[in-house]
């Protein structure tokens, strides 16, 4: 649905000859482009704004490298411009005071507040050996005591013993007694959620973080949020003071403007994103990973380190060798298209890949879905040993045979073997683009797809 | 819900709607006083030009209609009046009906066939939408109108979720159909269509865990679901509703879309409109998809569900009264 900013930018710039330095008015047309990519990736107006000035006053005037195109330069500098606005470094939750120290979560219905609650237990108590407490102060919505109380249970996180009855402020208050008579690091506090226009709720919020003189705020909020993001971050900002917030659904495939937003209007540091709905599903923020995907560009950086992450390494480094060999089999085709069904399928994978627009309209053309990599495994898996390091052997008998072993036609056999040829070509182009230092860490992989599950159970 | 209104007298559905239209805009109202604030000054300042029309786009992407329904929406809007002089209550009355026309095909509610039995309605969407609450409130309605009806605790994945639908079944007085944590979803949906049908229920509520669309893993246990379902009657499910959260922005689309695939969609129930996000994106559905808006959702009650109206909405969007 989204071309990427650099495919749009190249449509401006092709019009233009190459010049000395970027012109005002050159820099104001690609400007536009961004405008749109920004507000498409639900970036708030008045921060989209306040960012494109920002690059404006950078871009005019700067020369363009002469290895580069424009439409390269101005890409470099919003996405510069972005990753610092987003943050340079990731900021670590604060524990520096007086134990038992007070982390509380709040945020809009259903952002993952709960679920975030214990994520950050489990590392804090696993990465940095804290005793932590949880304990839910959500009265309202049904079963969310006992939804920590589970999460609890299976992190093997202590949880606040639910006294039936006990309304929020009471409840934080008993926490940090329990707390401190029990010894505890640290209390995460879970709320309930609020909309940030609900008077009475925000108020009742104000007295909990007093109460529990609250270290760390920290406001949980989608990644898919759209322009509402700068009115729930500023409310909650101004009620109270937020000392960071955590990012969830990153799994998902917005494009997470919010991120820029909230942090744009409360200068506020993403200290962390929700990556998975299991309890390991966290991770400190990646600036550089959020702008690549705001601006529409893909997830690079991500892609090749859940690719790094999950594969084996010798399985890694043997798939490498055979595409720097240009030998890539028939059996390394079956065992990436198992690994890009982990990885949430062709769209999944796509979708975290530079400048794929263009290519889904490919495959969309070409038909290419989910139960298709299924079937095509069936047909890999319906050859013998020889057929499958040798394709070109594979004529009209052995495709009947195949065919009928695999529960498929001739045709798909053709389509299947085509497509296999069209991915050597691919392959080729994509070891070209490795050259030029776009995939670093020579990725293993089929071409243009990634190697490697990666992608938690959930 | 829809062949039975839900109120009998027609005062205390007057009464009712306007309590609605009053949370709604209460809600909607909060940030469209930027939005209206916004068209006054505009439009008191100076007739309709170049200009003028580009802030009215921009206050529309400001509601989530996103850059190309914003653009296409306001250009529409100034065809016919550009350079003549309007007031801002011509304006935002114009702009609410035009608005209000291409919702208007969408605004339909959920049709519960009674010769269907048990007539069964599949709820789905991304985490955290508010599917759960909204079978709960769906319920409630169904229950008001006199029929039996029976939840299926389709989310055996998340923790809790079982317990939360549950007490959803006693507050509306429901059964609840409801396995392990870690059971099949489809074998329980399954078991609850047995046992709906054995007990001549009306209407089954197939509550599912919330799934991001982008997994495939995920949207393939959904299509499990529904192919289980189908073996024992192939028009089930005869409702399948997304649910989505009003503050979500461009990404619904992608959402409908790709939903749209593995479980092909009856209706949206938009929730969370009681809060200041407007749900614009609606309006880019509309134009795309076409499908139907069976209800919103504006409050974490039972009584908070609420029929969609195309009008009611457009001009809650620009500030108006209904
Ligand atoms: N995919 C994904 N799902 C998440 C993530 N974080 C939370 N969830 C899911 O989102 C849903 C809502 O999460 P909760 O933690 O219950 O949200 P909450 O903010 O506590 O909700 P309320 O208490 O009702 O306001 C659940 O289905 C979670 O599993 C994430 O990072 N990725
Ligand atoms: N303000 C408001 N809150 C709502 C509305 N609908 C649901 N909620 C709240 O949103 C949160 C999430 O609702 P659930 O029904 O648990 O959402 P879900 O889609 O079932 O979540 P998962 O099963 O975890 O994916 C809860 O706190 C609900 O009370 C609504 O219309 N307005
Ligand atoms: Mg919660
Ligand atoms: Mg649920």
Redesign the pocket.
């Known amino acids: 649905m989204f071309e990427s900013l650099s495919s749009r930018l190249g449509e401006v710039f092709d019009k233009l000859t190459r010049r000395g330095a970027l012109r005002e008015e050159d820099v104001d047309a690609a400007l536009r482009e961004v405008r749109v990519a920004l507000l498409e990736a639900d970036v708030a107006l008045p921060v989209v704004k306040t960012f494109i000035e920002g690059v404006r006053e950078r871009a005019v005037g700067q020369e363009v490298l002469r290895s580069v195109t424009p439409g390269q330069m101005v890409v470099k500098i919003v996405h510069d411009h972005l990753v610092e606005m987003l943050g340079g470094e990731a900021e670590e939750i604060n524990l520096r005071a007086a134990p038992p120290v007070a982390i509380l979560m709040v945020?809009?219905?259903?952002?993952?507040?709960?679920?975030?609650?214990a994520?950050i237990a489990k590392l804090l108590t696993t990465r940095q050996k804290k005793k932590v407490l949880m304990a839910s102060l959500?009265v309202r919505?049904p079963a969310?005591q006992e939804?920590l109380a589970v999460l609890g249970r299976q992190a093997g996180i202590a949880t606040l013993p639910v006294v039936m009855g006990e309304p929020p402020v009471a409840i934080a208050r008993r926490a940090m007694q329990s707390a401190r008579l029990e010894a505890y690091d640290v209390v995460m506090l879970?709320t309930?959620?609020r909309l940030h226009v609900d008077d009475a709720l925000m108020t009742e919020a104000e007295a909990v973080a007093q109460v529990v003189g609250a270290v760390e705020t920290l406001l949980?909020a989608d990644a898919m949020t759209g322009q509402d993001a700068v009115n729930v971050a500023q409310s909650f900002d101004q009620r109270l003071t937020l000392t960071g917030i955590v990012l969830?659904?990153?799994?998902?495939d917005a494009r997470g403007g919010a991120a820029l937003s909230m942090r744009g209007v409360t200068g506020r540091p993403i200290k962390l994103?929700?990556?998975?709905?299991g309890l390991d599903?966290?991770e400190p923020f990646h600036p550089d990973r959020i702008a690549g995907r705001i601006l529409g560009m893909g997830d690079i950086v991500g892609l090749v380190e859940k690719a790094q992450e999950t594969m084996e390494e010798d399985e890694a480094k043997r798939l490498a060798k055979k595409f720097e060999k240009g030998k890539f089999d028939l059996e390394d085709m079956a065992q990436q298209l198992r690994q890009m069904r982990k990885m949430g399928g062709l769209e999944g994978v796509l979708g975290l890949l530079p400048g794929v627009g263009k290519m889904k309209k490919q495959l969309a053309q070409a038909n290419v879905d989910e139960s298709m990599l299924i079937r095509q495994e069936a047909m890999i898996s319906s050859m013998t040993v020889k057929e499958r390091q040798r394709p070109e052997i594979i004529k009209a008998s052995r495709k009947r045979r195949i065919a009928t072993g695999s529960g498929t036609s001739v045709q798909d056999i053709n389509k299947l073997l085509k497509q296999f040829q069209e991915m050597q070509r691919m392959m080729k182009q994509m070891k070209k683009l490795g050259q030029k230092g776009m995939m670093r860490g020579g990725m293993p992989g089929m071409p243009g797809m990634p190697g490697g599950p990666g992608l938690p159970q959930? | 819900m829809s062949e039975t209104p839900a109120e009998g007298p027609e005062e205390d559905e007057k009464a009712e709607k306007r309590r609605w239209f009053g949370r709604l805009k209460s809600g909607l109202g909060r940030s469209s006083d930027k939005l209206t604030g916004g068209i006054t000054d505009i439009f008191t300042k100076r007739k309709l030009d170049e200009e003028s029309l580009a802030e009215l786009e921009e206050l529309l992407i400001m509601a989530d209609l996103g850059p190309a329904t914003a653009a296409k929406v306001a250009g529409d809007f100034a065809g016919a009046r550009f350079g003549k002089e309007v007031t801002p209550e011509e304006v935002r009355g114009a702009l609410a009906e035009q608005i209000a026309r291409i919702l208007e095909p969408a605004a339909r509610p959920l049709e519960i066939d009674p010769a269907i039995r048990p007539f069964v309605v599949l709820v789905v969407g991304?985490?955290?939408t508010g599917k759960t609450t909204t079978i709960g409130k769906l319920a409630k309605r169904l229950r008001d109108e006199g029929r039996s009806v029976m939840l299926c605790a389709g989310d055996t994945?998340?923790a809790a979720?079982i317990e939360q639908l549950q007490i959803w079944g006693e507050r509306i007085g429901a059964p609840v159909v409801a396995g392990k944590q870690g059971a099949s979803p489809a074998g329980l949906a399954y078991d609850a269509f047995v046992r709906a049908k054995a007990e001549g229920t009306e209407v089954l509520l197939v509550d599912t865990?919330?799934r991001?669309h982008n997994?495939a893993h995920l949207m393939e246990e959904l299509e499990k679901i529904i192919r289980v379902l189908r073996k024992h009657d192939e028009s089930a499910p005869h409702a399948t509703l997304l649910v989505l959260d009003a503050t979500t922005g461009q990404n619904a689309l992608a959402q409908v879309e790709t939903f749209q695939k593995a479980a092909p969609l009856t209706g949206l129930v938009v929730t969370k409109l009681d809060g200041s996000a407007r749900g614009g994106v609606i309006v880019a559905l509309a134009e795309r998809f076409g499908i139907p808006v069976n209800a919103v959702g504006v409050g974490e009650g039972a009584e908070d569900l609420r029929p969609f109206s195309a009008r009611d909405f457009a001009r809650g969007l620009m500030g108006l009264e209904g």
């Open positions: 945020g809009l219905q259903g952002s993952g507040k709960t679920t975030s609650t994520k959500d919505r969310a939804q879970d309930a959620g949980v969830t659904r990153v799994d998902g994103m929700g990556t998975g709905e599903a966290i959930r | 991304v985490n955290g994945f998340r979720a865990a919330g991001l997994k």
